[in-house]
């Protein structure tokens, strides 16, 4: 895939500012848009899009194929006459510049059911047409993804492997009489994907016509507790009653003395290989529907990954296991050709892990953050970077450039200010700078780097379980003042949608 010269910022749909306690895909989604194309940004990246689970995390979602209800936006819904006036007249005090997860998604979730009552009796044909219309189109997902959360909300959230045995195991009968008797439960859980894919969808070409692409995101495991292990434990390391025999993770590394023990189950890759991979192509042609360009989140574990025996109480007790390789990158090419993949090729990187990206001409990754805390020789300085990779100040998973430069020791502070001739006093636009001004094809910032905030602004603690993904920026934070200087440093280094 030719990829040309641009830059991009990052900034996750819920950290978009408005009244409903949380980011939506409403009219701050589209000024967002709007700012960016005004300054010339051509990338738009966001986290991963589905309805999230444990902890509040993107990455721990209860299907690799729905998406977050909680981004549907009222003022859209109210513009479709989706829900009444009277809906929105008493709103919750919600916190501005965080999302207060336990409040908003209680209100949400009852506005939603609001809303779904309001379309049942609704006399417009066209739209329960296209809600039927919907539903057909997504079967190979949806149908299983409605049933399994009606069927967690009748077990008062409990995960699927703690249900009733018939239902933990998908015996026809029981699931059958379930249908039956839950047919509102389910049909709801359908109406809000239509409402969120409804909306996204607008959004998503709204962006295409400004000259925006949206990077995505794809986690390469699935969460325990999601749709898709229910519905395909055989393509899992599960044993009889649903859980698994060994857990993903990483070894210690930058970010954990004791690594980083994620928890997700691992794939029975044989198995996959077998129908040549169909439940990743299924899932990847999803993906790309909804963005332009996919970011495969830990790409190393393609090549091999980090195998924990479950039940222990650190990633430290692991082992590598060959990934798919080659094979898998092959099915990709033939069903997708020119498929656009971003790979995160972050930690610990061995030989085959580079063989595996080059083979495939995917651009890697190179993180400001990264570059300063052993010498000139340090693969993350720009003076290194091939064409070929996308370059970010930070990521989701870093400090903010501002946080970063204040912990950091004197020696990595020093070489940092030798390198970027900074002073220090505004180090996230030296590094936006730097970025900018290499050879990297893409080069992105987190919002928050663009505006200098510090430590607080950070979106997450890789290892921490809680307390995560709730910054949010405010209205007033895009000023004319930023995005003149994002013009600027766009023009400058060639980067300009303009």
């Excluded at 998604?105 to 009852?110: S, V």
């Excluded at 026809?172 to 839950?182: A, P, R, S, V, Y």
């Excluded at 996919?294 to 980090?306: K, M, Q, S, T, V």
């Amino acid at each position: 895939m030719i990829y040309n010269r641009s830059s991009g910022v990052l900034l996750h749909p819920t950290s978009l500012p408005g009244p409903y306690g949380i980011g939506d895909l409403g009219p701050s989604a589209y000024q967002w848009i709007d700012f960016l194309a005004d300054s010339g940004t051509g990338l738009w990246q966001v986290l991963p899009l589905g309805p999230t689970g444990f902890g509040d995390s993107p990455y721990q979602c209860f299907s690799a194929f729905a998406g977050n209800p909680y981004l549907v936006s009222p003022d859209l819904l109210l513009q479709e006459e989706l829900i009444h006036a009277n809906d929105l007249v008493k709103v919750p005090k919600f916190p501005t510049g965080k999302v207060a997860f336990g409040k908003v998604i209680y209100w949400k979730l009852d506005l939603l059911n609001r809303s779904y009552l309001q379309f049942q009796n609704s006399s417009d044909k066209s739209l329960q047409k296209d809600f039927i219309s919907f539903c057909e189109k997504h079967t190979n997902w949806l149908d299983d993804y409605a049933l399994f959360m009606a069927l967690k909300e009748s077990q008062g959230g409990l995960p699927w492997w703690k249900w009733p045995t018939a239902l933990r195991d998908r015996e026809t009968g029981t699931l059958d009489i379930f249908q039956q008797e839950n047919e509102f439960a389910i049909q709801r859980q359908m109406y809000l994907q239509f409402l969120f894919f409804r909306q996204w969808d607008e959004l998503h070409l709204y962006a295409n016509q400004k000259g925006i692409q949206i990077i995505g995101d794809i986690p390469i495991f699935i969460a325990h507790d999601s749709a898709d292990a229910w519905t395909h434990r055989e393509l899992l390391d599960l044993d009889e009653t649903g859980q698994p025999n060994v857990v993903a993770g990483v070894p210690p590394d930058y970010f954990s003395k004791t690594g980083q023990l994620w928890g997700n189950p691992l794939y029975r890759w044989e198995v996959h290989a077998r129908d040549n991979y169909q439940w990743w192509m299924d899932r990847l042609r999803s993906v790309h529907s909804l963005v332009d360009i996919i970011r495969l989140d830990h790409f190393r574990g393609f090549a091999e990954y980090w195998e924990v025996p479950a039940g222990e109480k650190t990633a430290e007790n692991g082992r590598w296991v060959p990934g798919p390789g080659p094979d898998f990158f092959h099915r990709v090419k033939k069903v997708f050709d020119e498929l656009p993949i971003i790979a995160e090729d972050l930690g610990e990187i061995t030989p085959d892990v580079i063989q595996l990206r080059d083979q495939f001409t995917l651009p890697g990754m190179k993180i400001m953050v990264f570059a300063f805390d052993s010498g000139e020789s340090n693969e993350f300085l720009p003076h290194h970077y091939p064409e070929n990779c996308v370059v970010y100040t930070g990521t989701h998973d870093n400090d903010t450039a501002a946080g970063w430069f204040k912990r950091i020791e004197e020696g990595e502070r020093s070489f940092a200010q030798r390198y970027l001739n900074s002073s220090g006093e505004e180090i996230s636009w030296d590094l936006i700078r730097a970025a900018w001004s290499s050879s990297a094809v893409f080069a992105i910032a987190p919002l928050q780097d663009l505006l200098s905030l510090d430590n607080q602004a950070r979106m997450n603690y890789p290892g921490n379980p809680s307390g995560n993904w709730t910054w949010r920026y405010t209205d007033s934070d895009l000023t004319t003042a930023l995005k003149k200087r994002l013009v600027e440093v766009n023009y400058l280094n060639s980067r300009s949608t303009g």
